[in-house]
């Protein structure tokens, strides 16, 4: 497999605050993997640090094929789902564009490639018949894939999610796995962090448990254990086979999700 992305001793400080220490970690092309820790534990700062918005204070973060002039393009977001986006006065089309329009020079108009680039990432995501639609008149399935839409017009190399199973519905939910396992089929490297621990992170082929740093990684039926969990969460959690999947047992709302 060839590496995509590798940090080897990453460590972020704020100040007095360390949200990541001693992060080493390999991710290979055309992986998908889940981030699952408690809220402060540093998955944020994950993203952000991929994403380029901050840099590492110590250690080194290494994209293969990328400079850091082409990171903008190569690496496409995707945040929490949030209604209040949707009462913005966009169509469809034009929401998908600003994505195109935010990893070139700033002009104040779309040329036509950026209007193409928009209309085939709504196509390749099965909504291009909804390209004239206002977002209001959008559903949460449907107002999602317009996330991902914009995120993928610039043909990015990896897709970074933040925690895109908060605030939809099962169906909602069911279907975005099946988008995310369809891009990486397509070959896209794809990383998303998640509370779910049962319905989202136990469907996933790899999971990294992180609190700062680096608590396991690996499959699910080999991460999702009471020792590990304990470590990550702080909480003390029973683990149950279901019908060949490991199902975290504990009220706390950090394992919400349904098995």
Not at 55 to 69: C, I, K, L, N, Y
Not at 121 to 133: E, N, Q, S, T
Request: hydrophobic share 45%; charged share 20%.
């Amino acid at each position: 497999m060839t590496t995509a992305i590798e940090l080897s001793g990453v460590g972020v400080r704020f100040g007095p605050t360390r949200p990541l220490r001693s992060i080493d970690l390999t991710i290979d092309a055309g992986e998908l993997v889940g981030i699952v820790g408690p809220s402060g534990a540093g998955k944020t700062t994950l993203l952000r640090l991929l994403l380029g918005e901050i840099a590492a204070s110590e250690g080194t973060v290494e994209f293969t094929g990328v400079t850091p002039r082409r990171r903008r393009r190569a690496v496409g977001y995707v945040p929490q789902l949030e209604a209040s986006e949707r009462t913005f006065p966009l169509t469809v089309q034009g929401a998908v564009e600003l994505g195109a329009a935010a990893t070139s020079a700033p002009v104040p108009w779309f040329s036509r490639a950026e209007r193409a680039a928009a209309r085939h990432a709504l196509d390749r995501l099965g909504i291009g018949d909804l390209h004239a639609r206002g977002l209001h008149e959008l559903s949460g399935g449907q107002f999602q894939r317009v996330l991902f839409a914009r995120a993928l017009v610039s043909e990015p190399q990896l897709l970074l999610l933040d925690e895109p199973t908060s605030g939809i519905d099962l169906r909602t939910r069911g279907e975005m796995l099946g988008l995310v396992d369809e891009l990486r089929r397509d070959g896209l490297t794809i990383v998303m962090t998640t509370h779910d621990l049962n319905w989202v992170a136990s469907h996933l082929p790899r999971i990294v448990c992180l609190n700062q740093t680096v608590r396991a990684d690996g499959a699910p039926i080999d991460v999702l254990r009471p020792d590990v969990l304990a470590a990550t969460f702080g909480a003390q959690m029973e683990v149950v086979m279901h019908q060949g999947r490991p199902v975290v047992v504990d009220g706390d709302a950090l394992v919400g999700g349904a098995p």
